[in-house]
């Protein structure tokens, strides 16, 4: 898959400074999304999708319980998934995560108990014998499952979505943006970070001020660092009021791809963006292009700002 650890650009003022910016970006969108579809195709990305598919999309109800017992969870499953299909073991002393799994089996069509409740209640329906019911959901059970931390065995697969480059200089001047781009920036200490897997987080302060907040877990790669927030100011610019679940892919694809073009105009190697983008979107990399005048032009605004101050 080709790199984008091209040199930063640079546009001279003048009066075609916008268009030339804008021919830049629109150039590295093609790009883009021809690294997206190369991503996609690639064994790494499809030994990864193929784990992920054995992975179980657990319930609203169930993902907050999950939350509620262990914040920090990424990948679960039960005991004997995580030996038999990824061959690793839940350590020694772990506390379960304990969730709701359906009770399937066959069920009376009047009363929709299982047999024996149907008997224990009294049920009068007699037209087929139990052996002839359809199954159906009848109740719910408490099940265990545990996180990829708490299990030792083989690595599961994990696609390098970090950018690389020379960042010292650039995360200051990040931060240095933060109040002219309206946004509150912290980076936060490995330690002290609340938000699992994720990189960064864009949040409300509070109930009462409505100025976007970006947190960024700190990292010994500063490109990488720099590129999360990229990535947060671009939700905080374009997304912080806007709640729509369905349009959260669509969201992550456009921040992603603003981190991609800023990072990039700035000289650092942010073709990780790619694989990112391949395991958010699915098969629609023309997502990318469709959303072409936001992101270039948000991308723009970060630039402006960043180079400026």
């Not at 799994?101 to 009047?110: D, G, L, M, Q, Y």
């Not at 037209?127 to 002839?132: F, H, N």
């Not at 979505?161 to 200051?172: E, H, K």
């Not at 948000?298 to 101050?309: C, G, H, L, R």
Request: aromatic share 8%.
């Amino acid at each position: 898959m080709a790199t984008s650890s091209d040199p930063s650009v640079s546009f001279e003022e003048t009066d075609t400074r916008h268009d030339e910016m804008h021919s830049t970006i629109e150039a590295w969108i093609h790009d883009l999304v021809d690294h997206v579809d190369d991503a996609q195709a690639s064994e790494e990305f499809q030994e990864w999708l193929e784990v992920q598919s054995r992975f179980h999309d657990y319930s609203h109800q169930n993902t907050l319980l999950i939350k509620r017992q262990c914040p920090e969870a990424t990948k679960v499953a039960g005991y004997n998934t995580w030996r038999n299909e990824f061959d690793r073991h839940v350590q020694e002393g772990e506390s379960a995560i304990w969730i709701w799994v359906p009770i399937i089996t066959k069920r009376c069509p009047e009363c929709e108990n299982s047999p024996s409740y149907h008997e224990n209640i009294g049920c009068e329906y007699d037209e087929t014998p139990p052996d002839d019911w359809s199954k159906g959901l009848v109740g719910f059970k408490p099940a265990a499952v545990f996180d990829v931390s708490q299990t030792d065995g083989e690595p599961l697969p994990e696609l390098e979505t970090a950018a690389f480059g020379d960042a010292d200089d650039l995360v200051p001047a990040l931060k240095d943006a933060a109040d002219e781009l309206g946004v509150t920036v912290r980076i936060v200490d490995v330690d002290d970070w609340d938000h699992g897997d994720a990189k960064g987080v864009c949040k409300q302060r509070n109930l009462h001020d409505l100025q976007p907040v970006v947190e960024a877990k700190a990292r010994a790669n500063r490109a990488d660092l720099a590129v999360t927030l990229i990535h947060e100011y671009a939700h905080a610019l374009l997304h912080f009021d806007i709640e729509n679940e369905p349009e959260r892919a669509k969201r992550e694809v456009e921040a992603e791809a603003v981190a991609y073009i800023v990072g990039r105009y700035l000289g650092l190697d942010t073709s990780g963006s790619a694989f990112y983008l391949a395991a958010w979107q699915g098969d629609d990399s023309e997502m990318i292009q469709e959303r072409l005048g936001r992101i270039s032009s948000t991308a723009q605004e970060i630039i402006s700002t960043v180079v400026e101050d």
